[in-house]
């Protein structure tokens, strides 16, 4: 499975939009995007994945570029409860379609 | 809705005892993983098992630890002898195992081995 790059930390204002990045300039043609996140001492939540187009969720969106080198994950309103360790994971047919986590981003909303 | 169950919740063990973990996947849900999740790290798979058969346990310690899914429903995970390095999260993962479905985690249990 292809390897993804994420910030180790990001801060954002309650209230305001959190973009978290994701490369994964490995990623193969049928290789899924996947994003998980882990509040602190529970087990990681599934949020939204996707293959090629844009997908939006009562949770997020997930914005996916052409090329499929590069993704954003938008919580469009953050809040306090959204403070968590996010992980970007690309999920392919290599090993029985497990999900490989890498260390995620930390995100901090703030009042 | 439906949620993977893990049990225990909290688990302290001495060193060189053994000690076990189960987990109750989601009706249905043929595929079954484990993991392993160090303080600071993201979560390591251990074990994957498609139904009853083990589809994935190149990073099982297989001295130490053992798994099963005898029905191919629930699980247990076992660690004999526990070593003060396992102390750790173990997290059960299920899903129906299509590449285009998700895994849904049980809470986990947290091992501390002392």
């Known amino acids: 499975d292809a390897k993804t790059t994420q910030p180790p930390s990001m801060d954002c204002a309650e209230g305001r939009a959190a973009n978290l990045p994701c490369n994964h300039s490995t990623i193969s043609g049928n290789e899924y995007v996947y994003w998980y996140r882990q509040i602190h001492s529970q087990g990681p939540q599934y949020i939204i994945h996707g293959l090629k187009n844009n997908e939006t969720n009562e949770m997020a969106s997930l914005i996916i570029t052409e090329d499929r080198k590069s993704s954003t994950l938008i919580l469009p309103h953050a809040t306090l409860r959204d403070t968590a360790v996010y992980y970007c994971i690309v999920r392919g047919t290599g090993g029985g379609n497990k999900l490989t986590f890498g260390t995620g981003t930390q995100l901090k909303v703030e009042l | 809705e439906a949620e993977v169950a893990q049990s225990p919740r909290y688990k302290i063990t001495e060193k060189s005892q053994a000690v076990a973990f189960w987990c109750d996947p989601i009706s249905g849900h043929a595929t079954l993983y484990w993991y392993r999740q160090i303080l600071g790290q993201g979560p390591e798979l251990l074990v994957q098992f498609q139904d009853e058969s083990v589809v994935d346990d190149s990073q099982l310690p297989k001295d130490r630890f053992s798994a099963e899914r005898l029905k191919g429903v629930d699980s247990t995970l076992k660690i004999q002898p526990a070593e003060l390095g396992d102390s750790a999260m173990y997290l059960c993962?299920?899903?129906?195992?299509?590449?285009?479905?998700?895994?849904?985690f049980g809470q986990g249990t947290r091992l501390t081995v002392v």
């Open positions: 993962a299920s899903s129906l195992g299509q590449l285009n479905t998700e895994a849904f």
